[in-house]
């Protein structure tokens, strides 16, 4: 049903393909389950050699924002994450408020 809800297909519409299509997707699927969440490998993958994949420095400038943001805010409460939204008018609106607000707090 994952797939089906994912792909915006109606189940009876997969139920109809064809054995091995369906197969073939639900393999995928139990294949992808396997994969760390964290890393992107399977453990099968390193069973015959434990030097199949060399880890290598990365950039990503989402995950530099959000390092950052977490830093400059301090400890948060238990369960908080740093999400990245597109920045519009509005947001940038409703940020200054709260900056002002906080400023103002800080002078009482």
């Known amino acids: 049903m994952s ?3 994912e792909k915006a297909i109606p189940h009876s519409v997969f139920l109809e393909w064809e054995p091995e299509d369906r197969a073939k997707v639900l ?7 396997e994969r760390c969440t964290l890393c992107g490998t399977a453990g099968w993958e390193w069973k015959d050699n434990k030097f199949a994949f060399t880890a290598v420095e990365e950039f990503c400038p989402g995950c530099y924002m959000k ?3 977490s830093e400059q805010q301090g400890s948060s409460l238990p ?3 740093v999400k990245l939204v597109p920045t519009t008018p509005q947001l940038t609106a409703q940020l200054a408020r709260k900056a002002k607000k906080r400023a ?3 002078m009482e």
Do not use: D, L
């Open 3 to 5: 797939y089906c809800h």
């Open 27 to 33: 393999a995928y699927i139990m294949e992808s389950n």
């Open 67 to 69: 390092a950052i943001f």
């Open 79 to 81: 369960g908080t994450n």
């Open 104 to 106: 103002r707090m800080k």
